[in-house]
């Protein structure tokens, strides 16, 4: 496990959105995948969503593709957070550091869903925060590639494998189910055809 060494802050924040406005014409969701995640929330872990986070969510895919798998839900709220000032450019998202909280967020939450775990600087206090924000039977779910989330770099700091994540996770958090996307086409990037994992969390007891 390893977590890459900036100056400050500041110059996290700066790599950060400099990578964003570089890849603001590119994605990483996979649709699919993904609304297949939902589904076994939807099906398994007794959640009838009326707000959703979707943290470092770039130009705000998750949310319409969340949003539509939920379509039925009336008045579902779906918000995506992105550190960088583009954030306002796409609906459903705000200019946010996933590492900090809302108030009005904490136990209020009922879905949380990121593909950007790997580009915290303090990933254990990144979960807990993200856990606070959860209603007692609330789902976390953070997504592992193993392409690429074992690197580290100055836009992806957070390195770790996936035995590594789950134990990370699992110091104080129940991990319901790993679901990998090896039967199902990946529509976004087809290199990580069976290298997507999704760690479906919860609050243990």
């Given at each position: 496990m390893e977590i890459y060494k900036y100056k400050d802050y500041e110059e996290y924040k700066k790599k950060q959105i400099e990578a964003n406005v570089r890849k603001l014409d590119r994605t990483w969701v996979d649709p699919a995948s993904l609304k297949n995640v939902m589904k076994y929330i939807q099906d398994n872990c007794n959640v009838t969503p009326k707000t959703i986070l979707c943290?470092?969510?770039?130009?705000?895919?998750?949310?319409?593709?969340?949003?539509?798998?939920?379509?039925?839900?009336?008045?579902?709220?779906?918000?995506?957070?992105?550190?960088?000032?583009?954030?306002?450019?796409?609906?459903?998202t705000i200019e946010w550091d996933f590492h900090d909280v809302k108030d009005e967020w904490v136990g209020n939450v009922d879905i949380i869903y990121s593909n950007s775990f790997d580009h915290s600087i303090k990933p254990k206090e990144c979960l807990d925060t993200w856990m606070s924000c959860l209603k007692e039977n609330g789902i976390c779910v953070i997504e592992y590639s193993t392409h690429t989330d074992h690197k580290m770099?100055?836009?992806?700091?957070?390195?770790?494998?996936?035995?590594?994540?789950?134990?990370?996770?699992?110091e104080k958090y129940e991990i319901v189910e790993v679901i990998n996307n090896k039967n199902i086409q990946d529509k976004a990037h087809s290199i990580l055809q069976g290298k997507r994992y999704y760690f479906v969390i919860k609050h243990k007891g």
């Open positions: 943290h470092g969510t770039r130009r705000g895919l998750e949310q319409e593709y969340i949003l539509d798998y939920f379509k039925d839900i009336k008045d579902l709220e779906v918000i995506g957070t992105e550190i960088s000032h583009t954030a306002t450019q796409f609906p459903n770099c100055p836009t992806d700091p957070f390195a770790a494998t996936l035995h590594e994540y789950r134990d990370l996770i699992e």
